[in-house]
Nanobody, 115 residues
Framework: VQLQAFGGGLVHTGGSLRLSCATS????????MAWHRQAPGKQRELVAR???????NYADSVKGRFTISSDNSKNTVYLQMNSLKPEDTAVYLC??????????WGQGTQVTVSS
């Protein structure tokens, strides 16, 4: 099983990034894909999630700025991040929840927003 996250980097405040997470090797159906983030010294938090039906949820701190989407044919989930703020700086990790309630995590990609 592999979840590979791409797209992190260094941007200035107000900038944009698009993260991608491609999954492979997961046999059972994926019911939810999500992006979490973890900043130094802080707990991991849910940023956004999308169900296999396309229903989405966002953390209050990113509503209106981030958009999660998925391409089921490519087993890939995206996170479009606009109007980035320094407090968005974190390692962003993708996760997949399957119909058998297994959770798989990707390795994370660093997002740094400079002020």
């Amino acid at each position: 099983v592999q979840l590979q996250a791409f797209g992190g980097g260094l941007v200035h405040t107000g900038g944009s990034l698009r993260l991608s997470c491609a999954t492979s090797g997961i046999i059972e159906p994926i019911t939810v894909m999500a992006w979490h983030r973890q900043a130094p010294g802080k707990q991991r938090e849910l940023v956004a999630r999308i169900t296999s039906y396309g229903s989405t949820n966002y953390a209050d701190s990113v509503k209106g700025r981030f958009t999660i989407s998925s391409d089921n044919s490519k087993n890939t989930v995206y996170l479009q991040m606009n109007s980035l703020k320094p407090e968005d700086t974190a390692v962003y990790l993708c996760a997949a929840l399957t119909s058998r309630t297994n959770i798989y995590w990707g390795q994370g990609t660093q997002v740094t927003v400079s002020s």
